[in-house]
Each structure stands twice: as C-alpha cells, then as structure tokens.
C-alpha cells in the first residue's frame, strides 16, 4: 500500500473515533462494472475496509430498474449505487432514495454543483470524441465531424440511453451554441441523428464502448474520458478531441430501506472525501468532486483531466433531464423502434 493511501486512511480513522465500528458489519457497493468499478473498489473499498474493518461488497451494473424494484417491493439487496446525476434527483423525487446524514458526510470542501439532500457526486467526467486511429485517416477535432461520413468513414458508437450527452451532442454538431442548449430542440436532434443513424452502434456501458472503440468496429464516438484514458493507457492507438466536452457527474445514492444505511454513509464519506476522490482521480482521469483534491493527484494526470480542459467544457444540465427525462425517454424510445 503506498503512502497516499496510507495518509488517506490514518486521516479517515480519525475522522470516525467517535463512531462504533463493528468487525463484522459488511455493506454492498453497486456501480457500472469495468476500470471504473476497479479502481473504486482499490481507491475507496479497500482502504476504507482497512481502516473500519467494514467489508464492501461488489456488485452491479447499476440498473435503475433494479433498483426501483427493490425499494417498491421492500427487498433491498444494495446499500450504496453510483448513478447518474439525473437519475439521482428524479429519484429523490419519486421516494427512491434515503436522506444523507450529514453529521457522517463532511461536504465542506465539496463543489456544490454536486452536493444535494439525497446524493454526492462519485466524481465528474466528460463525453469526448474519441476515434481509432486505425480505423480512420486524419485527426478529427469537433462533434460535426463525427457526423462526416464521407470523409470520416466507419461506424459510431454512441450512448444508448436516454440521458444527458448525446442530444446535446447531436445539437452542437448541427450549430447549436452550448448556452443556447436548453430546452433542448429535439426535432433538430432527432433529425441531425436520422443523418447518421444506419451507422450507429449503441452502448449501454463503459465496458462495451471501451471494447467498441479498441477493437475498430467503431471507428468513432462519443465516450467517458476515463474509459479512453484506460485505453492509451494500456497502448492502443487512440485519438480523442476535448473540443466541446460533456461534462456530467455520478451520484452515489442510499435506496430507500438500505438494510446496511450506516455502513453506506460511512462509506459514501470517505468515497467523497479528499484522498478518496483523489485516489481516484489518479487511477481514472475523472475529476474530483472535492476541491482539497487537486493537491494530493499525481500530476501526470492532469493531461487527462477534465478539468484541465475547463475553457473547452459544455455543462450539461441534469435538472432539465430529471424534470423532462420521461418524456424525452418515451420519444427516444420510439425513434430507436423506427
């Protein structure tokens, strides 16, 4: 275990010697699977179990569905789901979800863009453009080029729910100023989409896009920044643009009936914190939601930051989908059926 960790847990331990810890307490932690998940479980479950003896437990992927089936029926199996920022408030919404203590949860130092009564961000990210350079000639820079099949030849793979990304996406590419997005015209990015659609793969999961875009049956897309910095990482000859960055952020959230809550807001509190957040940063290129992170991150990340890309960035507006997202689901919906 290395120092930064170390320093992460002994500050961690002290911060909870007035709480009882008991040796056999265990909780489950729910995310999406992949690189993301892994370095979750290293940057966060395994210091936190070391220094409160609480074991966490991996599951996933995250499922909305499965999640809102266990509140309803009284049946809850998970204690802690990393979600998406949208879904977390419409959730809050709808009695899905348990409210944070914030006795255990020190937000002092966290962006209050991503602080709300029923969930803190996980860390911020951003869609980039992303394409293998062996699929395709030349460096293309802007989301109107991922629309260019002529001279950007292959498929594209993009994010298959409907959520904050791809129709904004979609409406950038077309013209659309980014503080001009909302509301959203979806018949312009319904249509800008139509354009291209015969060439899209969907994907449901990080995963699924990183195997999409390492393997070439996508030549291009849009992606998570931390799934494309795992790919470079490991050598593959990827080429990615931060021009017009998404930016969005996971929540992590407490279903309403946790049957281990105590053990999520523990764990939701050093998961937040600013080793924590900083630990992750470093093994993801996703951005902290702390702001006494910045100093503890390697600073070979920085290139891979989002934040390093500020003056590039579009914010997505996840109150606008928590409020319209059904809507806009049902019309998705039926556009992919066409």
Not at 244 to 270: E, R
């Amino acid at each position: 275990m290395n120092k930064r960790f170390k320093s992460g847990i002994l500050a961690f331990a002290i911060s909870i010697t007035a709480t009882a810890i008991h040796a056999n307490e265990s909780m489950n932690f729910v995310s999406w699977g992949g690189s993301t998940q892994e370095a979750q479980q290293q940057a966060w479950a395994m210091p936190f179990t070391a220094s409160t003896d609480i074991k966490v437990i991996q599951d996933g992927p995250t499922d909305y569905g499965k999640l809102k089936a266990m509140v309803e029926s009284g049946n809850v199996q998970w204690d802690l789901v990393d979600v998406e920022a949208d879904f977390a408030y419409r959730a809050a919404s709808e009695g899905l979800l348990e409210p944070l203590d914030f006795s255990i949860i020190d937000t002092t130092h966290i962006d209050p863009r991503f602080v709300s009564d029923y969930g803190i961000g996980s860390f911020y990210f951003s869609f980039i453009l992303a394409y293998n350079k062996s699929q395709i000639s030349g460096e293309p820079t802007s989301w109107e080029q991922l629309f260019d099949l002529e001279n950007y030849p292959g498929k594209r793979a993009l994010y298959k729910w409907p959520s904050p990304g791809v129709l904004e996406m979609a409406l950038i590419a077309d013209g659309v100023k980014a503080d001009e997005l909302y509301p959203l015209d979806l018949d312009r990015a319904f249509t800008k989409l139509d354009s291209i659609k015969d060439k899209i793969i969907w994907w449901g999961g990080g995963a699924q896009s990183q195997q999409l875009l390492a393997s070439g049956e996508a030549s291009m897309g849009m992606f998570w920044n931390g799934r494309v910095f795992s790919l470079q990482e490991d050598g593959l000859p990827i080429g990615v643009s931060w021009e017009n960055n998404l930016v969005m952020s996971d929540f992590l959230v407490i279903p309403k009936g946790a049957k281990n809550k105590d053990a999520a807001m523990k764990f939701l509190a050093y998961s937040t914190s600013a080793q924590g957040q900083a630990d992750f940063a470093t093994m993801t290129a996703y951005s902290p939601i702390n702001t006494q992170s910045s100093e503890l991150i390697d600073k070979g990340i920085n290139a891979y930051l989002p934040t390093s890309y500020s003056e590039d960035q579009v914010s997505l507006d996840y109150k606008y989908w928590a409020e319209h997202g059904q809507e806009i689901s049902t019309r998705w919906n039926n556009w992919l059926l066409k």
